[in-house]
């Protein structure tokens, strides 16, 4: 076997990707898949699943080791019943992406709708991350399978972004959990990591980076640029590496409780 086979390879690991019929999600299945890994992609509309699933099947070489589970990841007894499912036909999963997450408008302060803010803390703390990492910590240490986990922190996890009040709240909750969880599991053997992305075009964002009239990007949009070194959006292409490197315990073994930040230097940025 050679060097990166054995350093990175991912034969014979199964991983479930919430939200993997995402923008990020979907660029980490691949990844995940090219290293050698089965992907289960759990998502809540058919829908969604099947159209990453025919993207994936397209440019990777065993169209066979990816499929979907459609499944709500804030409805605990729904995801314990995935996880089964998810475990049938290639063995245990050992690998969890927790990519379900995202915003839902922008208002200031005094407009913030409660009922909107409270579904954005679900989606990004319950259904992005504590139910599925409950019930996969709680399967881990019954069957002492030594798993990793990868969040998926943001820009704002360390400073607020303006006007989406629930999403700071609920991505600097993650970044905390992030280590709280890996400190928890690290006795087990479980790691626990995140990926920090900074600016990439996705459903959740798009709207208020991009005019859709016009397709030039919005103030905010054009302050993204401005606020990142690099002078550009990312692409999900580039969150490949860091999810293999956090994904292989060969090449991440003792790495537990970071989040590594893959943001064209948005949080090195000075005046
Ligand atoms: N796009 C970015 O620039 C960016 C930057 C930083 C962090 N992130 C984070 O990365 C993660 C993925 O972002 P994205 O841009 O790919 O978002 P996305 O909206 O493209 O993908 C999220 C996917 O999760 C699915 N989903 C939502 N709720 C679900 C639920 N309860 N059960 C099952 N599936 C559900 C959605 O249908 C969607 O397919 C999120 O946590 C987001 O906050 C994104």
Redesign the pocket.
């Known amino acids: 076997m050679d060097f990166l086979e054995d350093l990175f390879g991912l034969k014979g690991k199964t991983a479930i990707v919430?939200?993997g019929?995402?923008?990020?999600?979907t660029v980490m299945s691949e990844a995940l898949l090219q290293a050698g890994a089965g992907v289960v992609i759990?998502?809540?509309?058919q829908a969604?699943i099947d159209q990453a699933l025919d993207r994936l099947r397209q440019v990777i070489p065993d169209p066979d080791r990816v499929w979907g589970i459609q499944?709500?990841?804030?409805d605990e007894p729904a995801v314990e019943e995935a996880l089964e499912r998810s475990a049938a036909p290639w063995g245990p999963p050992e690998i969890l992406v927790n990519?379900?997450?995202?915003?839902l408008g922008k208002a200031a302060l005094t407009e913030t709708d409660m009922q909107q803010f409270e579904k954005v803390l679900r989606?990004?703390l319950l259904?992005?991350l504590m139910i599925p990492t409950k019930v996969l910590a709680a399967y881990w240490i019954r069957l002492d399978i030594k798993g990793c986990i990868i969040n998926?922190?943001?820009?704002a996890s360390y400073n607020p972004l303006s006007g989406v009040w629930g999403y700071d709240a609920a991505?600097a909750g993650v970044l905390n959990l992030t280590t709280g969880v890996a400190n928890e599991l690290a006795p087990y053997g479980i790691r626990v990591n995140a990926i920090?992305?900074?600016?990439?075009?996705?459903?959740?964002?798009r709207a208020l980076l991009v005019d859709e009239a016009t397709g030039a990007y919005t103030p905010r949009g054009k302050a993204v640029i401005a606020h990142t070194p690099f002078g550009r959006f990312g692409e999900t292409r580039e969150l490949m590496g860091t999810t293999l490197f956090l994904a292989s315990s060969k090449a991440s073994g003792f790495v537990t409780g970071i989040s590594l930040p893959v943001d064209g230097g948005y949080l090195a940025h000075n005046i």
């Open positions: 919430t939200g019929a995402g923008a990020i999600g759990w998502s809540r509309t969604s499944v709500d990841t804030g990519g379900v997450g995202g915003n989606l990004n259904a992005g998926l922190t943001s820009m991505k920090a992305p900074g600016f990439f075009l996705g459903k959740q964002n």
